[in-house]
């Protein structure tokens, strides 16, 4: 089955400054890459998502960026700010069958 | 994503009890899918179902544990016989025929005492 991976476990950083994070994953067949943001205590909230038909996809502050070769994907963040400072989850799936493969998340802490 | 519910939020039994976890897909949503948590972990896909039919159970421990989605009403999780290795916190996604997004619910706070 699917695996992924995801790096690093928790990265601090100062406002303003960027912030990436990495995930791999192994099945070549996965084509369906979202971002998710969770709050303390909260549940997590899809914040991007990308198809393996492009490359790079951007929203404001967030973009993330697929190499398929690689089989790797990653999510910046640019301008941070403290109401960043959440667990990130990257997943990947394969299109038509829809279950979610999950890293096991990114603590990001943006600090004033 | 707000649209779908779960309840209870919080879910306390004894070993030995059985835990029955409530989903409210997004009206119109047809596919659900039960994830869990343990503290400081990723989510664990357990089951996912569309009205009727489970898809893939292939996460779900085959003892103890099952899923329905009737044609009315919500989804069920339910644990029979509950151990202490099954405090998590249990969530709910769903998403329309035909895409792949996957929106999530407040989920469920299992502890077994």
């Known amino acids: 089955g699917e695996n992924v991976e995801q790096h690093p476990s928790t990265l601090s950083v100062q406002e303003g400054d960027s912030a990436v994070i990495k995930c791999t994953y192994s099945?070549?067949?996965?084509?369906?890459f979202p971002w998710y943001k969770q709050e303390l205590g909260k549940r997590p909230q899809l914040i991007i998502d990308i198809r393996s038909n492009v490359g790079e996809k951007k929203d404001q502050r967030i973009a993330v960026t697929l190499n398929k070769t690689a089989k790797h994907f990653s999510l910046h963040i640019t301008e941070t700010q403290p109401e960043d400072s959440a667990v990130y989850f990257c997943?990947?799936?394969?299109?038509?069958?829809?279950?979610?493969?999950f890293g096991k998340g990114t603590m990001l802490l943006v600090s004033p | 994503n707000a649209g779908v519910m779960q309840n209870p939020r919080h879910l306390v039994r004894r070993r030995g009890q059985e835990a029955r976890l409530r989903c409210s897909p997004v009206k119109g949503h047809s596919h659900v899918y039960w994830y869990r948590q343990l503290p400081e972990e990723g989510l664990k896909f357990m089951v996912y179902l569309q009205k009727e039919n489970i898809i893939d159970e292939s996460g779900m421990p085959k003892e103890r544990f099952s899923a329905e989605f009737p044609k009315e009403g919500p989804s069920i999780l339910r644990i029979q016989q509950v151990v202490r290795g099954d405090s998590a916190a249990y969530f709910c996604a769903s998403s329309p025929p035909g895409t792949e997004e996957q929106f999530f619910g407040p989920g469920t706070r299992l502890t077994v005492l």
């Open positions: 099945d070549s067949a996965s084509n369906y």
């Open positions: 997943a990947a799936s394969i299109s038509g069958y829809s279950t979610l493969t």
